[in-house]
């Protein structure tokens, strides 16, 4: 049956924002990114909406606000394996030659449904990925796969979510599994997202050029403000004195030659305001 699906488009992600009516504040707000084929990692802290933006991207949870573009088929993979996914008895029935295939990669025998309350974490986790890759969906969205399973299940889970050609989505702490399957990672927090190219630990490497970059930006902006400051104090500073020296009150109503360089002078202060107030403009962009 299926197994069946091309390459997907991308998704887009649009201002998406969400929050639980049992707290009061915004779990996540406003996120936007896209999402291409092959895995991207979602990484952030404990509590930054990992798994819940898993969920809106799945449709399990309904946003707030924003939109999620471009989704087709989209099949969730959960981190808990209590119950058998809903279908598994199709999978295991199909006797296709793909569904044969993908059986044998991930050693799933016919009777784990009938056998899935004895079943070990890491066969069930087999099987409900298996399960998945056996949709074909477009969008795959997958919580901790490699929690608490042995080397050899992670190698096969690792070895069959690599053949997958459709969009995924994963969370894990597992740092070398996102180096070995994913094309990007995403760092989530509440306020914003922001995606870096490459596995874990290259994305890792580039998130923290980026900060160090940035606290080098600011510091020179910091040093240009206080520069601009000091210049702009110094320069309001002179134009009063210039204008109080030349200020024709006190001249004799004759002394015409007076009030012309006085004239002069003050076009020559019309000229230092401009510069002033190009200055007042370059120190509000030096602070923001």
């Given amino acids: 049956m299926p197994l069946h699906s091309t390459v997907a488009p991308t998704v887009t992600v649009r201002d998406l924002s969400f929050s639980y009516s049992s707290s009061q504040n915004t779990l996540l707000s406003a996120l936007s990114f896209s999402l291409l084929p092959g895995f991207t990692g979602i990484v952030g802290a404990n509590g930054a909406g990992k798994t819940t933006l898993l969920q809106l991207l799945a449709g399990q949870l309904i ?70 890759l056996w949709q074909a969906p477009s969008l795959l969205v997958i919580d901790e796969p490699t929690n608490h399973i042995d080397t050899s299940a992670r190698a096969l889970l690792l070895k069959n979510l690599q053949r997958f050609q459709g969009i995924g989505v994963i969370v894990s702490h597992d740092r070398e599994l996102l180096d070995e399957l994913c094309y990007q990672c995403l760092w989530l927090d509440s306020t914003h997202s922001h995606a870096y190219p490459g596995g874990f630990t290259q994305a890792s490497e580039q998130r ?81």
């Fill in 208 to 288: 923290q050029a980026d900060h160090h970059t940035a606290v080098a930006e600011r510091d020179k902006l910091s040093r240009e403000n206080k520069r601009l400051q000091r210049e702009l104090v110094r320069r309001r500073t002179q134009a009063q004195s210039a204008h109080n020296s030349r200020s024709k009150k006190g001249l004799s109503r004759k002394d015409h030659d007076a009030k012309g360089k006085i004239n002069m002078a003050r076009n020559t202060d019309s000229k230092a305001g401009n510069q002033l107030r190009q200055l007042g403009g370059r120190l509000a962009q030096a602070g923001s």
């Fill in 63 to 132: 946003p707030d606000a924003g939109l999620v573009e471009g989704v087709g088929d989209a099949v969730y993979c959960e981190q808990r394996t209590d119950d058998a996914p809903a279908g598994l008895q199709a999978f295991l029935d199909d006797w296709a030659a793909d569904a044969c295939e993908l059986r044998g990669r991930l050693a799933i025998d016919t009777d784990f449904l009938f056998r899935w309350q004895t079943l070990s974490h890491g066969e069930r986790k087999r099987a409900q990925i298996a399960h998945a």
